[in-house]
């Protein structure tokens, strides 16, 4: 039974900085493709940023040059470091694995997701 856990997520400052984790159980996120999605209240999940088995990284414009997804594989875990936050990234952060919906290039759906962590920017 595949099981992502996010944790990392907290309350900071603008221009702070945190690094969220997620933990897989029964995946290897060395060998998927596996993104980081956010959602704010009222507004729809968005897509942040993924990466793929190759180590291949993509980022949402909003984010590009202040966060970095990255994997690693000795720990089965997935992390986001997010740097220069800004308060319009106050939102619920959830990595996902196994992508079941693609739309071009980008996964925009996947089969498991993890329960969330909050992260609060203040101006």
């Known amino acids: 039974q595949v099981q992502l856990v996010e944790s990392g997520g907290g309350s900071v400052q603008a221009g702070g900085s945190l690094r969220l984790s997620c933990g897989a159980s029964?995946?290897?996120?060395?060998?998927?493709?596996m993104g980081w999605f956010r959602q704010a209240p009222g507004k729809e999940r968005a897509r942040v940023a993924t990466?793929?088995?190759?180590?291949?990284?993509r980022y949402i414009d909003s984010v590009k040059g202040r966060f970095t997804v990255s994997k690693d594989n000795a720990q089965n875990t997935l992390y986001l470091q997010m740097n220069s936050l800004k308060p319009e990234d106050t939102a619920m952060y959830y990595c996902?694995?196994?992508?079941?919906?693609?739309?071009?290039?980008?996964?925009?759906?996947?089969?498991?997701w993890g329960q969330g962590t909050q992260v609060t920017v203040s101006s």
């Open positions: 996902a694995a196994e992508p079941t919906v693609w739309l071009g290039s980008y996964a925009t759906n996947f089969r498991y």
């Open positions: 029964g995946y290897t996120v060395s060998s998927h493709y």
């Open positions: 990466i793929d088995s190759l180590g291949n990284t």
